[in-house]
């Protein structure tokens, strides 16, 4: 088992990387300390990782991290870095190698203070690994004033440090920025790539493996949800009844309302996982004790993190809601399909019976419509539109067609 191996159907990607690490390793084995990275090298200090969600852009990022941490014996023989096996590999890939920092924000956004703290990191030399790496999973998320921060680190970067960016696209991150860093785009995996590392690395049934793939369109992540959460295909089969439900103005606000009562019921569901442990940890750290008063001047760290409990729970929200825009996109792209004889595979293959009703009792002009008001609904709520107001103002424009 290589480093590349939870990296589903991006063969060039992986050989780029690949190619990249085996000229670090070089480049570290020979040096004396210190120097600067080889301007010929397939080696740099900044990447991009773009592609659509679930294309593997943060898996892509790990493995590359753990590569380029590769202490394998079998590289001084001509071995390819990220044998998946050596304690470099493996501390990297679960999270626990200490000059590997990995930015995942469960916010709205990364703001200037978190990423003014990635900058002094990024100047040290490695404590224990070959490379000082960062991977920031959602560099769209950074604000301006943080991409800003983030620019001249960029654009100076320390002998032995490797900064790895993520975002969907090219347009979410800063034109200076981009334009430092080395770009790699990873398209969505086939379907039958998905299902196989499914059946293959989490031990699903083949049937269900593939029932998952095929409902997500490739999406490695929800792939994975929906064939091992009971939940997660519950809320799914819920939102699949949308089309069928807004023949009325009642049925349309009905449906909007329990979309969102859905987003804000698996907000609230996080919140019970996450945010007591955290409180109870944070009062231990400061001194608590179990039902009694705090101690004097931890008011400002408690409301700091009641904050920032707050703001993960509206992304919780909107991510849950968003998801469930995507599956409504699936759907009427399904119909779509059907309308226009399209040989492309159906995705929602358990709705066969909604599809076929829908797609015969319209057009294909109003089933475009019905998408460009699901989209327009997702472009709403990056406005910070109310989702409630978004979403029904979505659920009667499906009703009009």
Not at 173 to 179: A, C, D, E, G
Not at 231 to 239: G, I, P, Q, T
Not at 325 to 346: C, H, M, P, W
Request: glycine share 8%; proline share 4%; net charge neutral.
């Amino acid at each position: 088992m290589t480093v590349w191996d939870d990296l589903v159907g991006q063969d060039r990607v992986q050989e780029q990387l690949a190619a990249a690490a085996k000229d670090a390793d070089a480049l570290v084995t020979a040096a004396s300390g210190g120097e600067p990275l080889d301007q010929g090298s397939k080696m740099t200090h900044a990447w991009l990782f773009t592609g659509p969600p679930g294309s593997g852009r943060s898996t892509a990022a790990r493995a590359f991290a753990a590569a380029l941490q590769c202490t394998s014996p079998d590289r001084a023989m001509g071995g390819a870095p990220g044998c998946g096996f050596c304690d470099g590999c493996h501390t990297s890939l679960i999270g626990t190698h200490a000059d590997v920092e990995v930015i995942l924000t469960d916010l709205l956004s990364i703001g200037v203070k978190e990423t003014r703290d990635l900058v002094r990191r990024a100047q040290l030399s490695p404590a224990v690994g070959r490379w000082q790496i960062i991977v920031m999973e959602d560099a769209d998320r950074l604000t301006e004033g943080a991409g800003n921060v983030l620019l001249k680190a960029v654009e100076e970067p320390a002998p032995r440090t490797v900064w790895m960016l993520c975002a969907p696209s090219l347009e979410d991150v800063l034109p200076t920025i981009r334009s430092r860093c080395r770009h790699l785009t990873l398209s969505t995996p086939p379907v039958e790539a998905v299902a196989d590392v499914l059946i293959r690395r989490d031990g699903i049934d083949p049937e269900r493996a593939h029932a998952a793939a095929r409902a997500t369109q490739g999406h490695i992540g929800r792939a994975r949800r929906l064939a091992t959460d009971e939940r997660a295909r519950a809320r799914r089969a819920a939102v699949l009844k949308v089309p069928l439900r807004v023949a009325d103005v009642g049925g349309c606000l009905k449906a909007a309302q329990e979309l969102i009562d859905t987003s804000t019921e698996d907000a609230k569901q996080l919140a019970e996982e996450v945010d007591v442990k955290e409180t109870e940890d944070l009062k231990a750290a400061l001194g608590g004790v179990a039902g009694g008063r705090m101690p004097r001047g931890t008011a400002g760290a408690m409301k700091e993190l009641e904050d920032k409990q707050k703001r993960r729970k509206t992304r919780t929200q909107r991510d849950s809601l968003d998801l469930a825009l995507t599956e409504l996109t699936g759907f009427y792209r399904d119909v779509l399909a059907l309308q226009l004889g399209s040989k492309l595979a159906i995705a929602n293959t358990d709705v066969q019976d909604s599809l076929d009703r829908i797609a015969e009792s319209s057009t294909p002009a109003q089933t475009l419509r019905r998408i460009e008001s699901v989209i327009a609904c997702r472009e709403a709520m990056d406005r910070n539109v109310a989702p409630l107001l978004a979403v029904e103002a979505m659920t009667m424009a499906l009703r009009a067609g």
